[in-house]
């Protein structure tokens, strides 16, 4: 399976931004999609996961981003509101098993789309 994100660009701080994540391959809502991102500390971080009808968010984006997918259409997306300059990151979808904010335990992912947020 093949992650391709898309949807990142400039922006100013407190405008909206959304990501898309299209997979190749059939994905089944048992299957963990996650996005990561990863700024300038180099260290990929973990931002919000869907996994049936299971989400989980950093606490860092709770309440101005939201996940969903499209298991049908084989996409996820993530919506980002209120955007902050601390947001500027290339972010990264993944596909594994389980849900889980740490980058190593997923093997699938995309190139990563960069989201850059000015103040």
């Known amino acids: 399976v093949r992650l391709v994100e898309s949807g990142g660009g400039l922006v100013q701080a407190g405008d909206s931004l959304r990501l898309s994540c299209a997979a190749s391959a059939g994905t089944h809502s048992s299957q963990a999609m996650v996005w990561f991102r990863r700024g300038s500390g180099g260290e990929r971080e973990f931002v919000a996961a869907i996994r049936g009808s299971t989400v989980n968010y950093s606490d860092s984006v709770k309440g101005r981003f939201t996940v969903s997918r499209d298991n049908a259409k084989n996409t996820m997306t993530l919506q980002m509101n209120t955007l902050k300059p601390e947001d500027t990151a290339v972010y990264y979808c993944?596909?594994?098993?389980?849900?889980?904010?740490?980058?190593?335990?997923?093997?699938?992912w995309g190139q990563g789309t960069r989201v850059t947020v000015s103040s």
């Open positions: 993944a596909l594994g098993s389980l849900p889980s904010s740490q980058a190593r335990l997923y093997n699938t």
